[in-house]
């Protein structure tokens, strides 16, 4: 079972969280304080799956694509390199209360 874990404090990850499980009632939305103490650090979201975690934009693009159907476009954005990705995931996440 996959699961998506956020910052249930975070307006656009508490959003993100809503979004994607109403497109799937099998994911399981977690909070991020369910994480180990070392991923809660990370301070990002968190996809799981049976095999393998994924984090910052990794995260994003796996937890959408596992979405199936053309959600699976989002894989264009695997085009662009993971440190720029990782980069812009990490500007947006350290300023995400500032759209609350």
């Not at 996809?47 to 053309?70: E, R, W």
């Not at 990705?85 to 300023?95: E, F, G, I, M, P």
């Amino acid at each position: 079972m996959n699961k998506v874990y956020v910052d249930q404090n975070c307006s656009i990850c508490s959003s993100y969280g809503e979004w994607i499980s109403k497109q799937n009632n099998q994911l399981v939305i977690e909070s991020h304080e369910m994480l180990s103490r070392q991923e809660y650090e990370l301070d990002t979201l968190v996809f799981k799956t049976s095999s393998k975690n994924y984090y910052y934009s990794d995260a994003v693009i796996m937890s959408i694509a596992s979405l199936g159907k053309f959600y699976k476009l989002i894989y264009i954005l695997k085009i662009f390199p993971k440190k720029l990705r990782d980069y812009v995931y990490k500007v947006l996440s350290k300023n995400r209360y500032l759209f609350n």
